[in-house]
């Protein structure tokens, strides 16, 4: 898998959220249809944030003719994960105590989550 940047901006948030909810294979011009609460912008600041998450590695495109559709290259939750390795990994943190840190201040509803995924996990490796 190759390395993205998960850092997103607020256009390319919705952007992203546009592919996710609304792909794959969307043209610039069906992005910007579909765009909730963006209706004022430019056709080429649509093209360029797409060119810019073509290059950050968070979209795949392929030609249409003069045109590139666009597909999301992972899921919500794929990148999700991606952010979090990813922030471990720079702050060079030490994991176990860093999620220690952030049990801490869990509600009990993400501790039932993250223990649901944890036997999930269990089912599937062990």
Same mark, same amino acid.
């Given at each position: 898998?190759r390395q993205?940047s998960?850092?997103?901006?607020d256009l390319?948030?919705v %952007?992203?959220d546009?592919?996710?909810s609304h792909?794959?294979?969307?043209s610039? /011009? +069906? %992005?910007?249809e579909?765009?909730?609460g963006e209706?004022?912008?430019a056709?080429?600041t649509?093209?360029t944030v797409? &060119?810019r998450?073509?290059?950050k590695g968070?979209? &795949? #495109?392929?030609?249409d003719g003069r045109?590139? #559709?666009?597909?999301?290259?992972?899921?919500?939750?794929e990148?999700?994960?991606?952010?979090l #390795?990813?922030?471990l990994a720079n %702050?060079?943190? &030490?994991?176990?105590?860093a999620?220690?840190?952030?049990?801490?201040?869990?509600s009990?509803?993400?501790? &039932? +989550?993250? #223990?649901?995924?944890?036997a999930? %996990?269990e /089912? /599937?490796?062990?």
């Open positions: 898998m993205r998960t850092n997103l901006g390319e948030k %952007v992203m546009t592919l996710w792909g794959p294979e969307l610039v /011009r +069906d %992005v910007m579909r765009m909730e209706k004022d912008l056709y080429t649509i093209m797409l &060119d998450l073509a290059k968070l979209t &795949d #495109r392929t030609r045109a590139w #559709r666009y597909t999301a290259a992972s899921s919500r939750e990148l999700a994960a991606t952010a #390795r990813s922030t %702050v060079q943190a &030490d994991r176990q105590l999620m220690m840190h952030f049990l801490d201040d869990a009990p509803a993400e501790i &039932d +989550d993250l #223990r649901a995924a944890l999930e %996990v /089912r /599937r490796h062990g």
